[in-house]
């Protein structure tokens, strides 16, 4: 039987491609109506691909007020899809956080993104005794307020702020002991890192599973801008491959998609069955990469 995983005349050369595979799909609030109405066509766009899930980003502290709790109700109800809300403790106080999982799970929502978030940039690092400093902090005290199904950020290429990679890992495995039931990596463009990163944590011990994040580019000069901010790499190659795109919009979905179709195809012939795909509230990336990888054929057999 074939294994390869090139992509070629749009699609991939394997006798029973693509595997089983679970997608995912990261979402944020819209703040104009332009915006708004370019998200909805966006999840419209993107239910056929059944994902099992998305999930919302949040403002400073996790507040809903951002806007999260509200796009997380619509998607739930009006959409038809199972929503995880992202939440995040540095910048809130910890009867606020907490006041707010609560309100979760009293609108019937059960799956949480249990982040640290950004620090505030000007003030101090917030006390123990009234804030969860870490998100370790977070996962155990959502733990003890109800039955969440909780993901947590994992990263191939180190948190900036760790230590050391073994640091790094050694956080992730206690937030998954902690309660935690499954890691969303950051985006990596360099594959080979998220596989001996899904290696190390294999030979720690980690057998929960594991959710690789991967950014369909359409923007590479935003997407430059978010790698210097969250600490991923932008390797040479990713710039090379969009140099001279710049006023040609079509031509850099076109290969953003290629790009990530060709890392999606990696890691799913390498034993990968999670994908959660940063969407940018943008439909095109992220359906062309599907539809280079041959999906949505297999999802009817998805885990």
């Not at 038809?80 to 910048?91: E, F, R």
């Not at 609108?107 to 870490?134: I, S």
């Not at 919009?249 to 990530?260: C, F």
Request: some cysteine.
């Amino acid at each position: 039987m074939s294994t390869s995983t090139s992509l070629a005349d749009g699609a991939v050369a394997q006798d029973r491609w693509p595997p089983p595979v679970a997608l995912s799909f990261e979402f944020f609030p819209p703040k104009t109506p332009a915006a708004a109405e370019r998200l909805w066509q966006t999840v419209e766009q993107l239910k056929p691909l059944a994902p099992q899930y998305v999930s919302v980003t949040c403002g400073a502290g996790g507040n809903p007020a951002e806007g999260t709790a509200a796009l997380v109700d619509a998607l739930r109800h009006e959409a038809g899809l199972s929503a995880a809300a992202h939440l995040t403790c540095a910048s809130a106080p910890r009867a606020a956080v907490e006041a707010i999982a609560r309100r979760y799970w009293d609108a019937g929502v059960r799956q949480l993104v249990a982040l640290r978030g950004d620090c505030p940039k000007d003030a101090a690092p917030r006390p123990a005794a009234t804030h969860h400093r870490f998100a370790l902090d977070l996962v155990r005290a959502l733990r003890k307020i109800a039955d969440f199904e909780l993901s947590v950020a994992a990263y191939p290429e180190t948190h900036p702020e760790a230590g050391s990679p073994a640091a790094d890992l050694d956080n992730l495995k206690r937030k998954l002991d902690a309660g935690a039931g499954r890691a969303i990596t950051q985006y990596c463009f360099e594959t080979d890192l998220v596989l001996r990163f899904r290696d190390r944590m294999a030979a720690a011990g980690i057998s929960a599973p594991l959710a690789v994040g991967i950014m369909p580019v359409h923007d590479f000069a935003q997407i430059k801008r978010f790698s210097e901010g969250c600490g991923a790499g932008v390797p040479d190659w990713l710039a090379a491959r969009f140099a001279g795109l710049e006023q040609d919009p079509a031509e850099r979905v076109r290969v953003g998609a290629q790009i990530a179709a060709e890392q999606a195809a990696r890691l799913l012939a390498e034993g990968i069955r999670e994908l959660h795909l940063y969407t940018l509230n943008r439909a095109e990336p992220t359906l062309a990469a599907c539809r280079l990888l041959g999906l949505p054929a297999s999802l009817a057999h998805a885990a």
